[in-house]
C-alpha cells in the first residue's frame, strides 16, 4: 500500500471542508440550536412561575374568599342581635302603651263611678225632697233642706 499524492490531497480537502463545515455550518447551527434550547428552557421556567403564580392567586382568592364568609356572618349575626333588640324595643313599647291604657281606662272608669255617684246623690236628694213634700203636702224650702239633704247622703253614701 502505498500513500500516493492524490490520497494526500483527499486527505487536505477533507480537513479543510470540514474546518469550512464547521465554521460556517456546524458553529452557527449548534448556536441556534443552543439558542433554541435557552428559549425553550425559559418558555418552561415562565410556564412554572405561571403554575406558581396561579397556585399563589387560588390561594389568595380562596383566603378572601373565607374572609367574605367571615364578614358576611359577622353581618348577619349583627342583624340577627339588632333584630332581636328592635323586637326587645317593640315588645317594651308595647307593653308600656298596654300599661298607660289601663291606667287610663281605670281613671276613666273612676271618675265615670264618681259621676255616677254625684247624679245618683242628686236623684236621691230630688225623690227625697219630692216624698217630704208629699208627706207634709206642702211646699218645703227645697234649698235649705237639699243642703240638708246632701249632707246626709253624702254621710249615707259617702263610702258606695
Excluded: C, W
Excluded at 272608669?109 to 217630704?132: D, H
Aim: no cysteine; charged share 30%; hydrophobic share 50%.
Amino acid at each position: 500500500m502505498s500513500i500516493d499524492l492524490t490520497f494526500i490531497g483527499q486527505i487536505v480537502v477533507f480537513m479543510t471542508l470540514l474546518l469550512l463545515l464547521k465554521k460556517f455550518l456546524y458553529g452557527p447551527l449548534n448556536e441556534l440550536m443552543e439558542n433554541r434550547s435557552a428559549k425553550i428552557a425559559e418558555g418552561l421556567a415562565a410556564a412554572d412561575a405561571g403554575k406558581d403564580a396561579k397556585a399563589k392567586a387560588e390561594a389568595e382568592v380562596a383566603e378572601q374568599l373565607v374572609e367574605a364568609r367571615k364578614k358576611a356572618q359577622e353581618i348577619l349575626a349583627a342583624a340577627g342581635k339588632r333584630a332581636a333588640e328592635i323586637e326587645e324595643e317593640m315588645t317594651l313599647k308595647a307593653r308600656t302603651n298596654a300599661t298607660q291604657i289601663v291606667e287610663a281606662a281605670r281613671e276613666e272608669i273612676g271618675a265615670e263611678a264618681n259621676r255616677a255617684r254625684q247624679a245618683l246623690r242628686k236623684e236621691v236628694a230630688g225623690l227625697a225632697i219630692a216624698a217630704a213634700e208629699r208627706v207634709i203636702d206642702a211646699e218645703l224650702d227645697a234649698k235649705r233642706h237639699s243642703k240638708i239633704i246632701d249632707s246626709v247622703v253624702s254621710q249615707g253614701f259617702g263610702n258606695a
